[in-house]
């Protein structure tokens, strides 16, 4: 059974940093790609950013890019997601995902994924 578990989101001020994790268990980890999204209340589940399977090759929304970081950690099946110079925008649900590396489909669409985390939450006070 596929599992994705995050972990790591909390209440933090403006200007401030934060790291999500996510954990994978019952797939071959180093054969998926890997995104995080967010969610915000009444809106759409939106790209935050990607890392392939090796960790070399790494895309990020512009609306994060500069401030947001993706890594991973093969070794301890393992996404990560450093958030910094946080702002009140990026309060949302932050959920990660995971797509076969064989797939040919966008990374940045939600419903090219596979399999999905539970979502933590992240919460930016002005």
């Keep these: 059974q596929v599992q994705l578990v995050e972990s790591g989101g909390g ?3 403006a200007g401030g940093s934060l790291r999500v994790s996510c ?3 019952g797939l071959t980890f180093t054969i998926y790609r890997m995104g995080w999204f967010r969610q915000a209340p009444g809106k759409e589940r939106e790209f935050v950013a990607f890392i392939n399977s090796s960790g070399v090759i790494k895309y990020y929304a512009e609306s994060v890019k500069g401030r947001f970081t993706i890594s ?3 070794a301890k099946n393992t996404v990560y997601l450093q958030m910094s ?3 009140p925008e990026d309060t949302a649900v932050y959920y990660c995902a995971a797509q076969r590396t064989s797939s040919s ?8 994924y596979d399999y999905w985390g539970q979502g933590t939450q992240v919460t930016v006070t002005s």
């Design 105 to 112: 489909r966008s990374v940045s669409v939600p419903a090219n």
């Design 23 to 25: 954990a994978a268990s």
């Design 85 to 87: 110079s946080l702002k």
């Design 72 to 74: 991973r950690d093969n």
């Design 11 to 13: 209440l933090v001020q």
